[in-house]
Each structure stands twice: as C-alpha cells, then as structure tokens.
C-alpha cells in the first residue's frame, strides 16, 4: 500500500507532531487497514481505513456508540497534536472550575453544534489519581445507566464508578470481565 492510500501519511503525521507509531499500518484481512499509535502525552489509540468493513452503521441509539473522550493531563498539547494529524479544530465550554474541550470535524466554518467528534477531559483535582495514564474513553448509550452498571456485575464485569449524575446525563464506568473500560450514559432528555 502507497502513502497515497491512507494510513501511512496519518502515521508520519503522528510520528512529525511527536506521537508514538506502536504497530505501522497493517492489513486485518480485508475489513481495512488499521495502525496502532500514541499521543505525545501517552494516551494510545488506532486509526482505521475502511475496506469491506466500513465501521459503525448505528450510533447514537441506546446499546450503541456516544461518544469519545480524552483524559489528558496535557489538554493544550493535546489539541495541537490532534489537529495537526486530524485537522480537527476545538471550541471550550466553560465548566466552572475547568475548560471542557469539544473537538470538531475539519472544516473552514466556525465549529458548530452537530459537528463534534469528541471531547478532552483535563485531568485536574483530586479526582484522578496521580499514576492514571491519559486515556481515550468511549461511552456506549443506555436508557437507563443504573440498570446497565446492575447487569455489568451480574455478567462479571466491574463497576469502578457507580452512577452519577452530569449536566449531560448519568453516567457510570465499567469494566468487562477481561478488564476493558468503557463508560455508559443515559443522555438527559432536552
């Protein structure tokens, strides 16, 4: 595969603005193309490049994908390190005690509600302990988030943070029985 046709030019631009390359662009049969990679600051994640395998065709719909977050001790490095792979741009929603960052699509407009990807989470307070590693979080929707977490422990997993209630909606951190982490939300109907 030539630069020309996807991953490659997304792992020299990790690597150019400082990122870590853990695993080059490989095939994974013939769904896409996928790398394993680092932000500066150490929190993993992979990119993707379709091939039959386009990705997710049901989001936002409870038992579905909601949402991305970074946890970051480095918000400012972070946003520069994500718009100079990904072109996103980023816009602060004051939180009081810290600036929450929404991450939006590449674009010349002014970003817009609709277009987020994501968001970043300084990590600042006592909240989060001093050896949690930055991280991407992703949160699966549920209509009801106490119910979730009840049936995440019948199942064998974990629920490190028990439900609790945000402006955007309630939510709770598991674990499945292997370990893996992913939040869950009910969203606050409006």
Known sequence: ????????????????????????????????RMAVLADPAGAPFCVWQAGEHHGAELV?????????ELTTRDPDGSKRF??????WRTSAVDMGEFDYTLCHRPGER???????????MPMVGDAWPADMPPHW?????????DAAASRCEELGGRVPQPPFDTPQGRIAVLTDPQGAVFSVIALTAG
């Open 1 to 32: 595969m030539s630069e020309r046709d996807g991953h490659e030019p997304a792992v020299s631009k990790v690597r150019e603005a400082g990122g870590t390359v853990y695993a080059d662009a490989f095939d994974v049969f013939s769904s896409g």
């Open 60 to 68: 936002n719909e409870p038992g579905a994908f909601g949402w991305y």
């Open 82 to 87: 994500y718009s100079a792979v990904f072109g």
């Open 110 to 120: 002014e970003p817009q509600s609709g277009d987020e990807l994501g968001g970043m």
């Open 137 to 145: 979080m992703v949160y699966f929707l549920v209509e009801d988030t």
